[in-house]
């Protein structure tokens, strides 16, 4: 916003300069005043994370009651029913091998390119390799 002198009279009717902000004219090349697109940790995910029709509905218990040991290699499929344990969007398919288990979650370690990154996942989104 472009401050502009305004001149107008005050309370004792002597002129004061007065100090306006307003908008500069549209150029076309976009716009400083717009609100921010929202980039949350879902955003761009709508085919990712999406349930094929025939999977539709309440998750299967089985994918809860899977259990891994330790060696296993489980692939991270992110399940979007069930928002625990959810990996960041950026893991979704990657294989990893299981290290151990933290409380009903599994601690899994991937190679992101060439760097080690553990994970702490539930069982809902792991699938077995």
Known sequence: MVPRKVAGKGRTGAKDNITVAHHPPYNGKGRDDMVKRSKGLRSQTR???RVRP????????????QSFKEGDKAALVVDP???????HQKYQGQTGTVIG????SYVL???DKGKKK???VSPEHLKRC
């Open 81 to 87: 029913r069930i928002h625990k344990g959810f990996p």
């Open 109 to 111: 370690t991937i190679s």
């Open 47 to 49: 085919l990712k994370f």
């Open 101 to 104: 288990h933290q409380g009903r």
């Open 54 to 65: 025939r999977e539709r509905g309440k998750s299967r218990i089985t994918k809860a009651l």
């Open 118 to 120: 553990t994970f702490i």
